[in-house]
């Protein structure tokens, strides 16, 4: 694989050097590491290696002052002959360039810095000194690709916008969010170069993940389809409001508790493997949260650890992982809710109809889990969906079909994160390089693909929530993500009261008169 990276500008590069999406005070090292580089000054990265010695930046800063003399000395044994012939503008000096000019013809890079020399840029040993260019693609806060061209002082040369099809200036990138500093840069490259066989291996595996979770995209919402339209059918029952809500909770219990399980342990994965670098906060909640499943924690440094305090291996965690998964497997679940719904009261008064729709919605609901368990537990489950539980909804009824909207929303977001990623990919081949693992699916949630796709379900989701309800109190718990109701779901009418029992004597009565009277 070349040695071209990828640079993401969705993750900070290491601890402590993080993309903030508002303005932060600047950090010293960083600074000085920027005047360093922009005036080609090894005696001063020398000294911010001395500076963080021990750490990953004094390594980088001894790599770059090295980068600095090495390229500074090729540039000069290669003009300074030119110079003590007399310079470019005398017969003797024009000789030794067209001589000069023999050896660096063949290689690209001090070729043109040669040519620009000769053209009389001031610039072109600096540029020169800079090192090696390489490309790199990012994307800025919308999701928009860019091709980034960068020496090995993480110095932008430039930057080009793929969607735009322009070059964009310095300052756009940085408005853009789309850059990072020279000593971000230079740190993900080194991070790259050292990871690259691993990238690569993961990437091959979201690949085959990903294609996985797009061939079951119109089965799910199929499936999810028809527990709505079951749901409707099941809503006109002669159940009382009482019965009605016990009855809708047995069809909202199984839904979404594998993807919720994985993505937790998928997040917990990640930050085991860096500490929690490059996550975000919803990500890290996650992690938090299926640590404590397992009964581990998490430590100040970003350690999983044991309840002794003890730092917890890779190995460790996946089994516990896999044995919570076994203990606590959808088969288990859908067996345990089918036994309480037939001992329950509502399921008793229910007529036959009913009856087989009833189980009909439980068992959509255990293919639903079982191709969900089953993709989860092999391939983990992509950070861009979302966990169709619906907990802020206090109505079973429209608990349940705003879980169905929910897994429709992600099989539709599989199916355009899929179609999105194509020409994404396709860039990255065309340099020979790999994303990095996670950007892809990071970048695509920026997209108004994405908000717009999400807007758009999030939007029946609430249209269903303003609809009356069965019973209770009007909900006042949080909406779901994305979900702004205009208005308070209220509650409904009452279904049409039953005869009372004086109605009925009168019935018996009338009937025993027209029975028993004389007939003229």
Do not use: C
Request: hydrophobic share 35%.
């Amino acid at each position: 694989m070349a040695e071209q990276t990828p640079v993401s500008a969705v993750a900070p590069v290491v601890p402590g050097v993080e993309v903030a999406a508002v303005p932060q005070k600047p950090d010293p090292i960083q600074a000085q590491y920027e005047l360093a580089v922009q005036a080609r000054d090894p005696v001063a990265m020398m000294d911010i290696a001395r500076k963080t010695l021990g750490s990953p930046i004094s390594q980088a800063a001894v790599e770059a002052a090295s980068t600095m003399e090495r390229n500074g000395q090729q540039y000069d044994s290669i003009v300074k002959p030119i110079q003590d012939a007399g310079g470019f503008d005398t017969r003797e000096g024009r000789l030794k360039a067209l001589d000069t000019w023999k050896t660096v013809k063949d290689n690209p890079q001090w070729g043109t810095y040669f040519i620009e020399t000769l053209l009389g840029n001031p610039n072109a040993r600096l540029a020169a000194t800079g090192g090696t260019i390489t490309t790199k693609y990012t994307f800025d806060d919308a999701g928009k690709m860019f091709r980034v061209d960068a020496n090995e002082l993480g110095e932008i040369v430039r930057a080009f916008d793929i969607e735009g099809n322009r070059d964009v200036g310095r300052q756009e990138f940085s408005q853009r969010k789309a850059g990072q500093s020279s000593l971000e840069n230079t740190l993900y490259r080194k991070s790259q170069l050292i990871n690259n066989e691993i990238y690569a291996k993961r990437f091959a595996e979201n690949q085959v993940a990903e294609g996985e979770w797009g061939a079951a995209a119109d089965q799910l919402h199929s499936l999810y389809d028809q527990k709505k339209s079951m749901l409707s059918q099941l809503h006109g029952t002669e159940l009382n409001d009482k019965e009605r809500e016990e009855l809708y909770k047995f069809t909202t219990r199984q839904i979404g508790s594998s993807s919720s399980i994985s993505s937790g342990f998928n997040a917990l994965d990640q930050f085991s493997q860096n500490k929690g670098v490059g996550m975000t906060e919803d990500q890290k909640k996650k992690a938090g949260a299926a640590a404590s499943m397992l009964g581990l924690g998490i430590n100040a440094q970003g350690e999983i650890i044991n309840g002794k305090n003890e730092k917890v291996s890779k190995d460790a965690l996946k089994n516990l992982q896999e044995s919570f998964n076994k203990n606590n497997g959808f088969e288990q679940n859908y067996n345990q809710t089918r036994e309480d719904a037939l001992r329950s009261a509502a399921y008793q008064k229910l007529g036959l109809k009913e009856k087989q729709i009833f189980d009909s919605i439980l068992e959509i609901d255990r293919n639903i889990e079982r191709k969900t368990a089953e993709l989860s537990s092999k391939y983990g489950t992509p950070s861009f969906l979302v966990t169709p539980s619906a907990m802020a909804v206090g109505d079973q009824y429209a608990r349940g079909q705003v879980q169905a909207e929910m897994g429709k929303f992600n099989s539709a977001a599989i199916q355009a994160y899929n179609d999105w990623k194509a020409d994404k990919i396709a860039e990255y081949q065309r340099a020979g390089q790999t994303p990095t693992p996670g950007e892809l699916q990071q970048a695509f949630m920026k997209t108004d693909l994405y908000k717009n796709l999400k807007n758009q379900y999030m939007e029946e989701s609430a249209n269903i929530r303003r609809q009356p309800i069965a019973m209770g109190p009007v909900a006042t718990e949080t909406a779901p993500e994305g979900v702004k109701p205009t208005q308070a779901p209220v509650v409904g009418k009452a279904p049409p009261p039953k005869p009372t029992e004086q109605a009925a004597i009168e019935e018996r009565r009338a009937a025993l008169r027209a029975k028993h009277r004389t007939k003229d």
